[in-house]
């Protein structure tokens, strides 16, 4: 018999696989039942529903889903006017950071300088529903070493400032009178001695706000996304958001991915483990059609699971499972720390180690193909 625990975890997970089903289906996919799980969700299951998607920051999708799913009747009102809110903030601060952007291109674009573009702006203005729906931390684009100072010169004409705490051998950042931040990469390791391949494209933005941008192609784009997310997964988890970004390129421009140019592209056999198991994932836990090219990567490697996915996420931020980790949280109950993240549940802390030998289980398979 389960316990009562383990019950309200089953709600709450099936709320957050339901409100994902949503916030994927496309005119193609088949129907949501979502009324029965929305009806006999509890208001703690709201509130955890909450929580998890402001963790994965898809507030704002969730809202534009269920509302173009008529699903906000059959949501209690705090959970709507949360996401509703979300929503309307991720609309304004995305136009600001459009408005930023065009500012900074358009006399760096009069320098014969065309910086290439890639994830949040990029999936925001091209592959999502609409430019609300991709929440935007930053600005992401890339230069030529030698295009850096003339680009410097012109930020710091336009009124942005140098971060110059956050400076690395491989990039620069700026703020803009906005607080925008502005990532400028003049060295991206990732394709270096790769360019031959033709990994950029031009395309001409949705958004009526932007100038023509120089993006990532396609495959470039795809590599990209497994390597960054594989990159942040010790320290954030694996963020929804990022995993859903997998989705929208897929759909949309799937039918540009090349299996030789991405071969090229991927660095490793652990970002082609990673890969299979994430695309596994769309595939088992979301139904998401799969490109056929995929098909023989997906059967080779182990699905992950939302609840894991999910457990990891809210585990991360506190450092565990890793003995500092541990610490800061018996630190923070007794009081003599303070946080800013929610507790873990009860359950996350239990199954943690199951994750621990899933994990132990790929390591090793990954070193044997190595």
Same mark, same amino acid.
């Given at each position: 018999?389960?316990?009562? $625990?383990?019950?309200? !975890?089953?709600?709450?997970?099936?709320?957050?696989?339901?409100?994902?089903?949503?916030?994927?289906?496309?005119?193609?996919?088949?129907?949501?039942?979502?009324?029965?799980?929305?009806?006999?969700?509890?208001?703690?299951?709201?509130?955890?529903?909450?929580?998890?998607?402001?963790?994965?920051?898809?507030?704002?999708?969730?809202?534009?889903?269920?509302?173009?799913?008529?699903?906000?009747?059959?949501?209690?009102?705090?959970?709507?006017?949360?996401?509703?809110?979300?929503?309307?903030?991720?609309?304004?601060? !995305?136009?600001?950071?459009?408005?930023?952007?065009?500012?900074?291109?358009?006399?760096?674009?009069?320098?014969? $300088?065309?910086?290439?573009?890639?994830?949040?702006?990029?999936?925001?203005?091209?592959?999502?529903? !609409?430019?609300?729906?991709?929440?935007?931390?930053?600005?992401?684009?890339? $230069?030529?070493?030698?295009?850096?100072?003339?680009?410097? !010169?012109?930020?710091?004409?336009?009124?942005?400032?140098?971060?110059? +705490?956050?400076?690395?051998?491989?990039?620069?950042?700026?703020?803009?009178?906005?607080?925008?931040?502005?990532?400028?990469?003049?060295?991206?390791?990732?394709?270096?001695?790769?360019?031959?391949?033709?990994?950029?494209?031009?395309?001409?933005?949705? +958004?009526?706000?932007?100038?023509?941008?120089?993006?990532?192609?396609?495959?470039?784009?795809?590599?990209?996304?497994?390597?960054?997310?594989?990159?942040?997964?010790?320290?954030?988890?694996?963020?929804?958001?990022?995993?859903?970004?997998?989705?929208?390129?897929?759909r949309k421009w799937g039918h540009h991915l090349d299996w030789d140019i991405l071969n090229a592209l991927i660095p490793d056999s652990a970002t082609?483990?990673?890969?299979?198991? @994430? @695309?596994?994932?769309?595939?088992?836990?979301?139904?998401?059609?799969?490109?056929?090219?995929?098909?023989?990567?997906?059967?080779?490697?182990?699905?992950?699971?939302?609840?894991? $996915?999910?457990?990891?996420?809210?585990?991360?931020?506190?450092?565990?499972?890793?003995?500092?980790?541990?610490?800061?949280?018996?630190?923070?109950?007794?009081?003599?720390?303070?946080?800013?993240?929610?507790?873990?549940?009860?359950?996350?802390?239990?199954?943690?180690?199951?994750?621990?030998?899933?994990?132990?289980?790929?390591?090793? +398979?990954?070193?044997?193909?190595?």
């Open positions: 018999m389960l316990c009562p $625990i383990a019950i309200e !975890n089953i709600q709450s997970d099936m709320l957050l696989h339901t409100a994902l089903k949503l916030a994927l289906k496309s005119p193609h996919s088949p129907d949501v039942d979502w009324q029965p799980v929305f009806h006999t969700a509890k208001d703690r299951d709201w509130q955890i529903l909450l929580s998890d998607l402001e963790l994965h920051r898809l507030q704002p999708l969730m809202f534009y889903a269920f509302k173009l799913h008529g699903c906000v009747r059959d949501m209690p009102k705090f959970v709507l006017q949360k996401l509703m809110a979300a929503y309307f903030f991720s609309l304004q601060r !995305n136009t600001i950071l459009f408005q930023s952007l065009t500012t900074a291109l358009e006399p760096i674009y009069e320098m014969s $300088i065309y910086p290439v573009l890639w994830k949040g702006v990029v999936l925001a203005d091209q592959l999502y529903p !609409n430019v609300a729906t991709r929440m935007i931390g930053d600005i992401d684009w890339a $230069i030529a070493p030698y295009e850096l100072t003339s680009t410097c !010169n012109v930020l710091e004409r336009l009124g942005f400032t140098c971060q110059a +705490s956050m400076t690395t051998s491989d990039a620069v950042y700026y703020k803009s009178p906005d607080q925008i931040l502005l990532d400028i990469h003049h060295r991206v390791r990732l394709f270096e001695g790769k360019e031959h391949l033709q990994i950029t494209q031009t395309i001409q933005p949705h +958004s009526k706000i932007l100038p023509e941008l120089h993006i990532l192609e396609a495959n470039a784009m795809l590599v990209h996304l497994t390597v960054h997310l594989l990159g942040h997964r010790s320290e954030k988890g694996l963020l929804l958001f990022w995993i859903l970004d997998f989705v929208f390129l897929l082609w483990q990673f890969l299979g198991e @994430l @695309l596994h994932f769309l595939q088992v836990e979301l139904e998401e059609p799969l490109p056929s090219m995929f098909h023989p990567l997906v059967r080779a490697h182990r699905p992950l699971t939302l609840a894991a $996915i999910t457990r990891q996420c809210r585990l991360a931020p506190w450092g565990l499972p890793r003995p500092k980790g541990w610490f800061k949280l018996a630190a923070c109950r007794v009081g003599l720390q303070t946080h800013k993240h929610r507790y873990p549940q009860f359950s996350d802390l239990l199954l943690w180690m199951t994750d621990l030998k899933w994990e132990t289980g790929r390591l090793q +398979s990954a070193l044997s193909e190595h």
